[in-house]
């Protein structure tokens, strides 16, 4: 009861002008709201309903596909919910969703962390890692919402269930979220490097792996370069199998898109292939993507 009567105040009814809705939880006392990007995303216009039924116009500060989160504005000074630390979660232990399923307002449903570590492909197609999975009960209408324990610390924000399964339900872990949530207000979006090649993931044959003396089973093809990128600046080439970026093993593609953070925009990356059966190392220089 206390971590709903903490938290509660701070989870706000997203609306979109399409008639659309999700959740949110306010995590700053000047009006910052914590939801999920497929919420906002291609909305005209967002309000913001609090509990206690006022409507306030919201801001979309930024938001990001790639990890499904976004970060919205009101013009106000609100209760605000406290952010707990993910990394202490534990396999067990009683986790609270508070959301507006089916727009109802401020549904409380409660279960326990049934796992941790998970990996779930976002809307954009990359993974996002960090994801608590929890039996506590969600619907459509409560993604954005905030995980909550029984201390009322936000863990994580709800994201997705599997349905028409039972007590499968997601949440990004809240050190996640943080971190998106800081670079969102400070860019509008998350930085990431680009090449410029599309891949595929293959397995390496264990012969091929041992002449060039690599402990390796799996690798990203590269299937394409496109003009004038990084890559073929660099020299990269259509069938090159790219085994490592950096100090990075890349077993697949999710691998690359891991390791393409904004760290590595305009750094010199030694990045190993595989060609003619023979490993190289080529020198590229990722710039900073365009792409949402």
Known sequence: MGAVESVGPAVVNVHRGDAGAGSGVIFTPDGLVLTNH???????????????????????????AGTDLAVLRVDAHLPYARFGDSRRVRVGQVAIAIGNPYG?????????????????????????????????????????????????????????????????????????????????????????AYIGIAGQNIDVPRTLARANQMAISSAVRIASVEKESPAA?????????????????????????????EEQIDAVVEVAVIRAGQRRVIRVTPVESQRD
């Open 38 to 64: 497929h919420v906002v995303h291609g909305a005209a216009k967002v309000d913001v309903i609090l509990p206690d039924g006022r409507s306030l116009r919201a801001d979309v500060i930024g938001q990001d």
């Open 104 to 192: 109802f307002q401020h549904t409380v449903t409660s279960g326990v962390i049934s796992a941790l570590g998970r990996s779930l492909r976002s809307q954009s197609g990359r993974l996002i890692d960090d994801i608590i999975q929890t039996d506590a009960a969600l619907n459509p209408g409560n993604s954005g919402g905030p995980l909550v324990t029984t201390r009322g610390e936000v863990i994580g924000i709800n994201t997705a269930m599997i349905r028409p399964a039972q007590g499968l339900c997601f949440a990004i872990g809240i050190n996640t979220a943080r971190f998106v949530a800081s670079r969102l207000i400070r860019d509008g979006r998350i930085r990431r």
């Open 233 to 261: 600046r660099a020299g990269l080439e259509q069938g090159d199998i790219l085994v490592s970026f950096g100090d990075v093993a890349v077993s697949g593609v999710d691998d690359l898109h891991r390791v393409l953070g």
